[in-house]
């Protein structure tokens, strides 16, 4: 059934005549005769009471049936096309994104860049470490997402920070004599580490394999700000990406020698899933802004 027929049809029933539906819709007269002929004929059953066509209509009981839900349809199709409008416009929408703990921290800024372009799109986080991200990511349970190094086959990406990861120690730590570190060095070091979930853990047991032991781990933690204080406390080392680790001048920030021991971090998104206008606005807003991705 076109909507073309039920716009006639009910144009027809406000204006009371054939001849006033025409003229509103500037159409003849023949062609709104002809529309309600289709649509009877679509129907199966008259919509108006013979003898009232020529001066002023009278709908059928079918009709008053047919006119009601013919309002509905008309009604629901125009609020659809304004929803389409809304979303292309961005005036309306969702985004959801995957945010590692310090990720978090570092896009502050243009989320809230985000938000002040965009107002009504709804903004969800997930926020956990970078191997679940990557996950929802892979299972297209989410639309961006931040994850550390090398991603998924299955996504797409851009690189948005490269920081050398950094050793901190106590500032009277016997490791302070070093300017820069080897992995072997770190031994009969007690260590903080992250949970599982983080995609910097397996980095760090894969440098202490290649350096031919395993890791003394005494506490493990989802929050930097608490690993970094069970340093302050001397319970251990932890190894952290240098940009975060600017900020704590009262303890020892060491270099790696080796170019492995780097923080990458990427924007991701899967291949197979289609690029809402709100997760493309977003992209367009990392690409062009990335110098504000910072503490």
Known sequence: MELKLLRIFVQVVKSGSFSAAAEQLCYT???ISKSI??????????LFITGYRKRHVKLTFIGEHV???????????????????????????????GLPPLGAILMHRLIARYHRNYPEIKLNFLEVGSLKIEEALVNKKIDVGIVLGNPHSDLYSIKILNSPLCLLAKQDSHLTKYEKINFDDLKNENFIFYTDDFSLTPIILSEAQKAGFEPNIVCKS???????????????????????????????????????????????????????HATKAWLNLVNKYSHEISL
């Open 222 to 276: 989802s929050q930097w700000d608490f690993i970094v204080k069970m340093v302050e406390a001397n319970m251990g080392i932890a190894i952290l990406p240098e940009i975060y680790c600017r900020k704590f001048s009262n303890l020892k920030k060491i270099y790696f020698n080796s170019d492995d021991m780097t923080w990458q971090l990427h924007m991701a998104w899967h291949k197979g899933l289609e690029i809402s």
């Open 37 to 46: 002929q289709q649509l009877e004929q679509q129907i199966g059953e008259k």
């Open 29 to 31: 007269q023949p062609t």
């Open 67 to 97: 006119y009601k839900h013919a309002l509905s349809i008309l009604q629901q199709h125009e609020d659809m096309l304004d929803s389409i409008q809304n979303i292309r416009s961005l005036k309306a929408g969702e985004l959801s994104l």
